[in-house]
């Protein structure tokens, strides 16, 4: 067992143990003398195109109890650890617990099964299937159900022609347009019909058809040709054409808006405030999309709780709006605590955070905030660092900060970074997927007060190159951050794929004053501000995110991001602050931040592995299973791989420098485990990561470990406490 201990780890062990325990649960153990449980409720379709867990499942009226990697049904083997005996206080309150975090057995009910059926053939008939037959294959074996809809597609069935067939002519001519979703050729679906009702009110609600709606359009599809294809025909539904003519004109008018009102529950906004975050537009058109926008962007304003949005009819075709506006909490002061643990060293850290959502009563949001954290080493220093902030975001969309921190390491130096930023966020375009954020200034004054003689004479004077890093320099520069997603908020069970991307550049403007102006220059030949080195570099950054949803509970999420930083001209090597560091929560979790790489550089036993690993080249490739046992629950299994790299070779950092015929050998790999919480405010997190191929000891021949090298639990093992998913 020691062995097994040794060259696994605890993680086989710990499952082994539960799954050991739980089977030993009787399934059936509360399900009623003479009824079955229903163990498997699968679809099984003849035709591939159709996505049984996507297109059908949803419509079972009886599915069987949640299931963690596909056959374990932990929740209701949790809930068979009652007691059935329940005749003492302690037995009854067991059974209760059990009862409240387990999940009853399903019993399986043959009436539902041909309720689901029926459901399951009309789905087919939506999706163009009309001659779909629904059978079932049922099997008992130890009170126990295995059932089977079986789905034979058969042909399906295509549009044959398309008609447009609506009393008005500009509403005629819209259904008419290229941006139609129905074609002649294209398999029918119901789906496809309803997307069409959409597009049309919403182009007509934009156009100023205030009264219009989706439920006034209705299709007819004639399928008796007896040749799998059907004719459509878009007209007006029946209701329309019985309503007297004044409310039937009502619905074909376009409308303008004549006024706008606001009403604000207590005066605390400027009017100037609303009326920018106001897109509806005297005078103009009425604007489904202006009215959408209005309500996103009044509801993002910090101190406004909730936001309604109505319009009176006035005359023939004018319309008076009113915006109510109710007030939030203005004022908000959070605190948090927590406990740190990484490779042997513990620590502690907690900060303070208050915020003002209305500070010049213009939706100005100022916010403080404050952390202190203190790390006690095994060897017996020490690590500290306190920072402090201050920012200030504008309704325009533009936010100034300060920062000032404050880090006395134990490689025996002390640093300060002062920094100011002027961001402007770009407001996001109605319908668009991108977000856009310039930091058109970001000053980073780097300035370390003590460092010790040790320090100096093992590092600074070794590297003059590295030890750049760690002398007071300047960083002014400009970055661009956007970001994609694909996620809609109507469909959430739908896959997505995020993109984010950031271009830094830093220097060339200071850079380019230094030649015009000549400014001196320091022993290496770097100009100076005020006698301050400034560092000049561009870095670039890509990340992209798939979520693969399989189902609700079941995700599968995959990333990748690759991060470059080139220093030149004025500087010799990218500022230590703006260089990369692999391992971490959200990176290669079989390995603590800062504790990976770059390349196979190894520092055991070197007091300055800290600083020694950064790199200029990142690569971060992570897959990542999910599963929602509860709504607060979650489970994950992951496979990380990676590493950082140095863009040139340094001395202080042998076997960091990138290489194209030597990068995908070092390649770090790990695999793990993790357990999320969902809070409802927030996701906290454990993942437990494990080494699997380790770059630092190829050197040794012991990149892999597995056996016969074993694992060692300080070395190769990794607990992670983090909030949010890792990507």
Known sequence: MLRVLRTYGFLPLVIGVLLLTFSSCNTTKFVPEGQYLLNKARVKCSDPKVQEDVDLRAYLRQKQNTEIFGFWKLQLDVYNTAPADTSTKAKKKLAENAHKMGEAPVIYDSTL???SMQQLRQQMNNMGYFQAEVDTVVKIKNRKVDLTYVVTANEPYFIRNYDVDLPVEAIADIAKSPACKVHPGDQFSTAMLDEERERITTVLRNRGYYYFEKSMLEFTADSSLNSHQVDVVIHAA??????????????????TVRSIEYKLDHPFLRKSALKRATRIKEGERYAEWRVERTYARMSALPPVKYVDIAFTPVGDSLLDCTISVSRGRL???SAEIEGTYSAGDWGVAAGLTYSNKNIFHGAEMLSLGGRASYEWRANGGRAIEAKAEAGLLFPSNVKVSIAYNYQQRPEEYTRTIATATLAYFLPRRP?????HQFNLVDI?????????ERFKKEFMDRSSVLKASYEDHF????????SYSTYNQRFPNRSYLQLAMRVETAGNFLYGLSRIFNFPKNKDGAYMIWNIPFAQYAKGDINFT????????HHMVGHIGIGVAVPYLNAGIVPFEKRYFGGGANGIRGWQARTLGPGTFRGAGNALVYDLQAGDIHLDMNLEYRYKVLKFLELAAFMDAGNIWTIRDYDNQPGGVFLWDQFYKQIAWSYGVGIRFDLSILIFRVDFGVKLHDPSRIAEGKQWRTAPHGLCWKDDMTFHFAIGHPF
């Open 331 to 333: 004022n908000a002061v």
């Open 444 to 452: 980073n004054y780097i300035y370390l007060p003590w460092v010790s």
């Open 475 to 482: 960083i002014v520069d400009w970055n661009y951050t956007a």
């Open 113 to 115: 099964t041909i309720i």
């Open 431 to 435: 319908g668009s997927r991108w977000t």
């Open 546 to 553: 798939y979520h693969g949803i399989i189902t609700p509970q």
């Open 238 to 255: 029946p209701y329309v054409l019985h309503l007297d003519s004044a409310t039937r004109e009502r619905y074909q008018r376009r409308y």
